[in-house]
């Protein structure tokens, strides 16, 4: 493996974690819990694992001896920041506690479980891996765990190498699978223990108990000094409007944290389009607005941040993509059969609703098209692949032609469309992000060795130096209500989407119209890895803000 120098320097990087975990523990029971809604449901159907109480770490004087623990450790979904670097920490933590522990990575994700492909994981060779970006050490995958037949072959291989613990490293759709199986090795008598970990740039896993997944920090920092440097860009050579897409799934925290850090002339926030119930032609509106205004300031240039998930809530959307998921699913090898698009497009508009048919056929083809591609293994659709950045370029296009024409526009404007997502999934984690990860790895290996389950790991109070976070666990099942998916009631863990009355989106909403009309940029740099602690150490101003 050739490394960069940067790499070589890093691999040295001591995570800072939090005092308790630095030497014996001791687990404080806090209050028991209940899920965030339809409590009975839940109860119902985790009779084993429902009303856990909150865990807390202290310091404990005792030297206490614990069994060694075979492990077995799956990363899910999209990568993020500081994958590794949970593993390090769990295997550090493992080791730690009986140097005659084990730890095994399933491979490619949770395909690897059920097929039982593995590799043990030596100190060799999570060496190569300490502090680093990416999920290469054992693969990520997006299968679901959901049918018994998969719980009863997860069974049959751990019981095959021996495996009493399983860590789940993943999004809200994992750790709900983590805590399905967790529930269903109790019941069976298994002796398997089963603790999640929040992962997901999105950042929208997240409670009061569980103040941000790991990756968001990173990731949204890796697009924000790419967003400074457009902005830099815009205004030296004042002739483009650039219209940023950010991922981040359904939530806009991404968006909204950007914006935050970059300070630029816009920024839709999906959760607000939703709650004013907008239509895309508002959205569009809303932009032409700032670019009418500035132009009359002489300002033909500027930036506008989109995430992802917008047309999702954009509530005519919402209904059609809800109508499309039920329609492909229902009339998949009709649909696939079909030679070209135009053919797919008329044969499904001919079965939406006449409402949704009407919006449908409204859209440019090229973007019609891009809402019939396949859904994901959760029946998400694939927002990434969505070009909305284009889709309001081409509209805000449309409407300052027609204002030109009325004599109510007389400036320019030309569009530059990026996509930021994949650039920030696998980059080398913040000294936060590093900190975080492989002390949320070692809370993972005392949960195990007290023999707890159905817990996710959690490291709180990180707005405070490391020294002073608090490590822990929270029941999986409090963070669950019901919800449909497929058609059918299902038991999920509540997606955390941006909060109109939190703190963030209050911020952004007291400066918006400054930044929209007064050029405001911030430009942050590339993350910085060694140096001053308030360059190299800072949360994101989201967790800042809300804690
Ligand atoms: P997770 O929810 O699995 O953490 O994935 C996050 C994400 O990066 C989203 O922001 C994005 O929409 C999606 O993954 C893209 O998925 P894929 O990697 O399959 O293209």
Redesign the pocket.
Known sequence: MIKSPLQIAREKYVPKVPAALKGSVKIVEGRKTQSVADQSDIEKMFPNTYGLPLLSFETDGSEKKYPAQKVGVIL?????PGGHNVISGLFDGLKRLNDDSKLYGFLGGPSGLIDNEYKELTSDIIAHYRNTGGFDIIGSG?TKLEEEAQFDKALENCKKLGINALVII?????NTNAAVLAEYFVAKGAGIQVIGVP????GDLKTEMIETSF?FDTACKVYSELIGNIQRDANSARKYYHFIKL???SASH?ALECALQTQPNIAIISEEVEAKNMTLDDVVDQIVEVVVKRAENGDNFGSVLIP?GLVEFIPAMKSLISELNDLLAKYESEVNALESNKERRDFVAAKLSKESAEVFTHLPGSFANQLLLDR?PHGNV????IETEKLLIDMVKTKVKKLKKEGKFNGKFKGQAHFF??EG?CAAPTNFDADYTYSLGNTAAILIAEGKTGYMAAVRNLKAPADEWIAGGVPITSMMNMERRHGAMKPVIRKALVKLDGKPFGKFADNREDWAMNTRYVYPGPIQYFGPKEVCDLPSKTLELER
């Open positions: 899910s979904g999209g990568q993020a997006r993943g999004g809200d759709d994992s992962k997901t740039i999105d990756g991922m981040g799934r991404i992802e994901d694939q927002v990434s692949m997502g994949y999934r």
